[in-house]
T-cell receptor
Framework: DQQVKQNSPSLSVQEGRISILNCDYTNSMFDYFLWYKKYPAEGPTFLISISSIKDKNEDGRFTVFLNKSAKHLSLHIVPSQPGDSAVYFCAATRGGSNYKLTFGKGTLLTVNP | DGGITQSPKYLFRKEGQNVTLSCEQNLNHDAMYWYRQDPGQGLRLIYYSQIVNDFQKGDIAEGYSVSREKKESFPLTVTSAQKNPTAFYLC????????????FGEGSRLTVL
């Protein structure tokens, strides 16, 4: 049972335009959400996170939106750059002593010059 | 520099052999994690440990074993009981008690011949 879903395996965007990556979750106990970026043969690097008490968090070109009623979050990258080309993973967790991240399957973003 | 070191980066194993992947961190993090990545599968949790001398099974623990004798070390043994061991293995850590991101190592690629 996949609790975190990224339904788009890939996304292609022109440089300078907006990239929107989507993520859905099924576990209503999740209260903290993260986005990671990953290049081939490397470990994921943290991008941005959001707590369930917020509906938006922004960090430079990256903004994450959370819609709790729809159990949906999205990552917006504006403007997109060729260096943003990577696999993006959505992750979710429930706070507390048993802290662990559940990841989606990832979306491969390609930003074309 | 502080970080997480995984070794070896590449490992080849014959069927029926056990292998141990090393993970060392000097971030003074309490919690450590092992994930496995397969193409199109995202990251799946194998084992995690919140404190020394304690660890819990993740979603795909069968065929794996771990130990946590020291705070900075969390080795993963892939046993011969693991049916499909060829994968990219990622170790991560975080400070316990804070909602926040996991920091990942560079990964180890295991190939079973």
């Amino acid at each position: 049972d996949q609790q975190v879903k990224q339904n788009s395996p890939s996304l292609s965007v022109q440089e300078g335009r907006i990239s929107i990556l989507n993520c859905d979750y099924t576990n209503s106990m999740f209260d903290y959400f993260l986005w990671y970026k990953k290049y081939p043969a490397e470990g994921p690097t943290f991008l941005i996170s959001i707590s369930s008490i917020k509906d938006k968090n922004e960090d430079g070109r990256f903004t994450v939106f959370l819609n709790k009623s729809a159990k949906h979050l999205s990552l917006h990258i504006v403007p997109s750059q060729p260096g943003d080309s990577a696999v993006y993973f959505c992750a979710a967790t429930r706070g507390g002593s048993n802290y662990k991240l559940t990841f989606g399957k990832g979306t491969l973003l390609t930003v074309n010059p | 520099d502080g970080g997480i070191t995984q070794s070896p980066k590449y490992l080849f194993r014959k069927e029926g052999q056990n292998v141990t992947l090393s993970c060392e961190q000097n971030l003074n993090h309490d919690a450590m994690y092992w994930y496995r990545q397969d193409p199109g599968q995202g990251l799946r949790l194998i084992y995690y440990s919140q404190i020394v001398n304690d660890f819990q099974k993740g979603d795909i623990a069968e065929g794996y074993s771990v130990s946590r004798e020291k705070k900075e070390s969390f080795p993963l043994t892939v046993t011969s009981a693991q049916k499909n061991p060829t994968a990219f293995y990622l170790c991560a850590s975080r400070l316990r008690g804070l909602a926040g991101e996991l920091f990942f190592g560079e990964g180890s690629r295991l190939t079973v011949l």
